[in-house]
């Protein structure tokens, strides 16, 4: 049945989405986060897809809903997230639709406890030190779509965006679109398209379409339970002008940041602590673990003296900047991280990414090779399933007596570390000056030389 009154705006979106699917053969992606505006554009596209194949239309071209899991998803949020993924693929089978959800994840290497357990990465922090968006939604995101466009030449993003969430969005909106076009090239990936279907819904009209009839999604998740994760959210972006949905009088007060249980990007995690207010007391545990994450970050004896590279450097007010934790923090976070499974039952860290840490910790200096492995058997009780194949680069007297001569010519116990696993590590390279190179960028680090060339500005001063 046809929308009609105030629903007539999502008649006309559906009877146009209707129009661009059968304009041609390039597959559809939508990003699918599970919150409402993502929600609203896949029931607009599932409806439009089932009105053409009950009039027959042979529906060729895939709609891929790609939902994106960073690994650090609020538990709750997460496990919506993939009920709907796996819903929305069970409900387009029974109705024979072409449509297709997958969820997509970052490679071992660069999730969030790899960047900061693996190399000591400091966990995010404002105004403009956010490095996780890109690794861990970004980049996969960007994979799947270059696969798809291997596959099809082209490809068409349709962005579930509204004018109505920010007065930054409006103006990024504004900006991309072409008069007279409802396709636009994306910015920056070549051969693929945009299509923003409810950039004109207002915020009013998003609940109220959702929250019709029975509640139900097309593909049967109930819309409560989204509205219900809502409830209570104050961080910012917009607010539902609704007041109340007044077959349950339920307020409503909420946008739709849910972002990632460990964010220290925000003093205090209101997303988190309204969930626990709510009831989720079984997140209590991961807002502690998380608060201790962001003290650590701030504590200067978890950090080292200097950057990756090798940089120092002084801060405004003369003091020196902070790097990257220390691998003995990072041993610590671990260890935390691991008993803080043992006391939720959730799984927060997998064996992939505990195999990419393991091999960068034995990249970043640990010259027994066995400190990941040890730490895990001590916490877990049990063994990882390549335990018995890591032997030590040295034993415990041979690190001793490393570090009994670093100290006796006064050298850095970093230094000697960083030499013999470049050593180790290009050992069967044929090529010596790819060794030798290594070499030089070690010894030419700025930490090693700061006070002589401090000495020598201040000379020339």
């Known amino acids: 049945m046809p929308y009609t009154g105030k629903f007539q705006v999502f008649e006309d979106i559906i009877r146009e989405i209707m129009i661009v699917y059968k304009h041609d053969s390039r597959p559809w992606l939508i990003g699918y986060s599970?919150?409402?505006?993502?929600?609203?554009?896949?029931?607009?596209?599932?409806?439009?897809?089932?009105?053409?194949?009950?009039?027959?239309?042979?529906?060729?071209?895939?709609?891929?809903?790609?939902?994106?899991?960073?690994?650090?998803?609020?538990?709750?949020?997460?496990?919506?997230?993939?009920?709907?993924?796996?819903?929305?693929?069970?409900?387009?089978?029974?109705?024979?639709?072409?449509?297709?959800?997958?969820?997509?994840?970052?490679e071992p290497e660069q999730t969030f406890w790899s960047r900061v357990i693996g190399l000591g990465y400091p966990t995010p922090e404002p105004p403009g030190f956010r490095w996780c968006t890109d690794r861990l939604k970004i980049m996969p995101m960007n994979k799947f779509v270059s696969e798809r466009i291997k596959e099809s030449g082209e490809i068409i993003i349709l962005l579930g965006v509204r004018k109505g969430e920010s007065l930054t969005r409006m103006k990024t909106i504004s900006a991309r679109e072409i008069?007279?076009?409802?396709?636009?090239?994306?910015?920056?990936?070549?051969?693929?398209?945009?299509?923003?279907?409810?950039?004109?819904?207002?915020?009013?009209?998003?609940?109220?379409?959702?929250?019709?009839?029975?509640?139900?999604?097309?593909?049967?998740?109930?819309?409560?339970?989204?509205?219900?994760?809502?409830?209570?959210?104050?961080?910012?972006?917009?607010?539902?002008?609704?007041?109340?949905?007044?077959?349950e009088k339920i307020p409503v007060t909420g946008n739709s940041r849910f972002g990632c249980w460990c964010c220290t990007m925000v003093k205090e995690d209101k997303s988190l602590q309204n969930f626990i207010n709510k009831g989720a007391t079984e997140l209590i545990p991961l807002r502690e673990f998380r608060n201790e994450l962001l003290r650590m970050r701030e504590d200067s004896q978890y950090r080292?003296?200097?950057?990756?590279?090798?940089?120092?450097?002084?801060?405004?007010?003369?003091s020196f900047g902070m790097g990257p934790f220390t691998l003995e923090a990072r041993r610590l976070i671990l260890e935390r991280l691991l008993n803080l499974e043992n006391r939720t039952g959730m799984e927060l860290i997998t064996e992939a990414e505990l195999k990419a840490i393991d091999k960068m910790w034995d990249e970043e200096g640990d010259l027994t090779c066995r400190s990941l492995v040890e730490s895990y058997h001590k916490v877990k009780g049990k063994k990882l399933p390549w335990d018995d194949y890591k032997t030590p680069r040295f034993d415990a007297e041979a690190v001793q007596a490393i570090k009994d001569v670093a100290d006796k010519y006064d050298l850095p116990v970093e230094l000697i570390t960083k030499l013999i696993v470049s050593v180790d590590t290009n050992k069967h390279i044929t090529k010596n000056n790819k060794m030798q190179k290594a070499l030089d960028s070690i010894i030419g680090q700025g930490w090693l030389h700061y006070d002589s060339v401090e000495g020598a500005l201040n000379h020339e001063d």
């Open 34 to 106: 599970g919150g409402k505006d993502s929600t609203l554009l896949v029931c607009l596209v599932y409806e439009a897809m089932k009105r053409l194949n009950d009039t027959g239309a042979t529906l060729e071209k895939t709609v891929h809903v790609i939902t994106s899991d960073t690994m650090v998803e609020n538990p709750i949020v997460k496990r919506y997230m993939h009920f709907s993924s796996d819903s929305i693929n069970r409900a387009a089978e029974n109705d024979h639709l072409n449509i297709k959800a997958s969820v997509i994840y970052p």
């Open 304 to 318: 080292d003296s200097k950057r990756r590279n090798g940089s120092v450097y002084k801060k405004s007010d003369g």
């Open 179 to 247: 008069e007279g076009k409802l396709l636009n090239m994306h910015n920056d990936i070549p051969n693929a398209y945009v299509y923003n279907p409810i950039t004109e819904i207002p915020n009013d009209l998003v609940w109220e379409f959702l929250l019709k009839g029975d509640c139900r999604s097309p593909w049967g998740s109930d819309m409560k339970y989204l509205f219900s994760l809502y409830q209570g959210e104050n961080l910012g972006e917009e607010k539902s002008v609704l007041g109340e949905v007044d077959r």
